[in-house]
Nanobody, 119 residues
Framework: QAQVVESGGGLVQEGGSLRLSCTTS??????MAWYRHAPGKQRELVARIRTNSDTNYAEFVKGRFTVSRDNAKRTMFLQMNSLKPEDSGLYSC???????????????WGQGTQVTVFP
């Protein structure tokens, strides 16, 4: 059974920091990504990381957010600094591609963790 679980969200003041985690139920080597979904907006890619730790970021988080992963711990992280109110939203973890032993899907999603940044 596929399990992708996010944690670390919360309420933080503008300028503050949060660290999100995404843990999977088995060691995987797929590319992974963080997306966010704010009310009234479409879901958007925040950051993506490949197995070799190559990364890419949305322009609106460059210089403020850092994505990393620890494959042995089955966890991807998102360090978010200098948070702004417009960073608020539901942050979800995406595992790209199929995973052996999980249901045959093109990708997998967690339930998300809420981030709220207040002025």
């Amino acid at each position: 059974q596929a399990q992708v679980v996010e944690s670390g969200g919360g309420l933080v003041q503008e300028g503050g920091s949060l660290r999100l985690s995404c843990t999977t139920s088995k060691i995987i080597f797929n590319p992974m990504a963080w997306y966010r979904h704010a009310p009234g907006k479409q879901r958007e890619l925040v950051a993506r990381i490949r197995t070799n730790s190559d990364t890419n970021y949305a322009e609106f988080v460059k210089g403020r957010f850092t994505v990393s992963r620890d494959n042995a711990k089955r966890t991807m992280f998102l360090q978010m600094n200098s948070l702004k109110p417009e960073d608020s939203g539901l942050y979800s973890c995406n595992v790209e591609g199929k995973v052996f032993g999980w249901p045959p899907q093109t990708d997998y999603w967690g339930q998300g963790t809420q981030v709220t940044v207040f002025p």
